[in-house]
């Protein structure tokens, strides 16, 4: 390998909006992020969902077919 192509690897603290702290390894020293797994509505089980239907029952709604 090359002398001095690479990035220096060092450890890394990546630190969420929710206050969740996470000590991983990169190139960059200190990371500031908006949402991770412990804030994140995938993850937490906090998605809304529409369960309305599909394009079949919205025209059968539309035109009143029962």
Known sequence: MKEGLHPEYQEATITCAC?????????????????CSNCHPFWTGNIKRETTGGRA??????????
Not at 19 to 35: A, E, L, P, Q, R
């Open 19 to 35: 206050g969740n702290v996470m000590k991983t390894n990169s190139t960059k020293k200190d990371m500031k992020v908006d949402i």
């Open 57 to 66: 029952d919205k025209f059968k709604k539309k035109y009143g077919i029962a």
